[in-house]
């Protein structure tokens, strides 16, 4: 009799998760009815692959994993691609959602990620590296998290970073001629023979 996991074949690899998620914040939550109080467990949860891929996704269930896997589920389905200038973000952004407002600023190459928990986790989980944030206004980690990704939404590529790939861009078809030439084998002459009589 096979254990569970195990198969005739042996054991399965588990495959590697595309997504990287952090749960944000759990609550429990009512809603009267005309019976009384239903409780509820509310997950909030921000998923990313660390490679320019963000999304963040609320969900509600009698128990907590039912929670967490209905926000996995949502966040999926509303992934953004935010813009990277390197490790930080490319200008300066200043939002509103609700009551909470969040300044968001570049900052250069070894600062790390200068920011609060739940803004933290969006931005770490969307690829950025050094960043300078501020939050005013609210400390709920709900608001928060949805402002920084309505923020990231809101990102544009700056005339400097169109500069910058198209110098990146014509130093490849600069180096792209010079490794053809050096991968060509050079050709060898047949040798000349000589008789000895």
């Given amino acids: 009799m096979a254990h569970q996991g195990q198969k005739k ?41 660390k490679k320019g891929r963000v999304g963040v996704g609320i969900g509600k269930s009698h128990e907590v994993t039912g929670a967490i896997q209905k926000a996995i589920a ?29 300044l968001l600023m570049p900052a250069a190459e070894g600062t790390g990620i200068i920011a609060g928990g739940s803004i933290r986790k969006v931005l770490t989980l969307a690829g950025y590296k050094d960043i300078l944030s501020k939050s005013f206004g609210t400390t709920n980690k709900l608001n928060n998290t949805k402002a920084t990704y309505e923020a990231l939404k809101l990102m544009r590529e700056t005339p400097m970073m169109a500069r910058k790939a198209a110098k990146a861009k014509e130093a ?15 050709e060898k002459k047949p040798e000349a023979k000589t008789s000895t009589k």
Avoid: M, N, W, Y
């Fill in 9 to 49: 074949g042996g054991f399965q690899k588990r495959e590697p998760k595309e997504f990287e998620e952090e749960v944000i914040q759990i609550d429990r939550v009512t809603k009267v009815v005309k019976g009384g109080r239903t409780l509820r467990f509310r997950a909030t949860v921000a998923i990313g692959d």
């Fill in 74 to 102: 949502k966040a999926k389905k509303c992934l953004v691609t935010v813009i990277i200038d390197g490790t930080t973000i490319p200008h300066d952004l200043k939002i509103k959602h609700k009551s909470s407002k969040i």
């Fill in 172 to 186: 490849e078809k600069k180096a792209a001629p010079a490794k053809k030439t050096a991968e060509k084998p050079t």
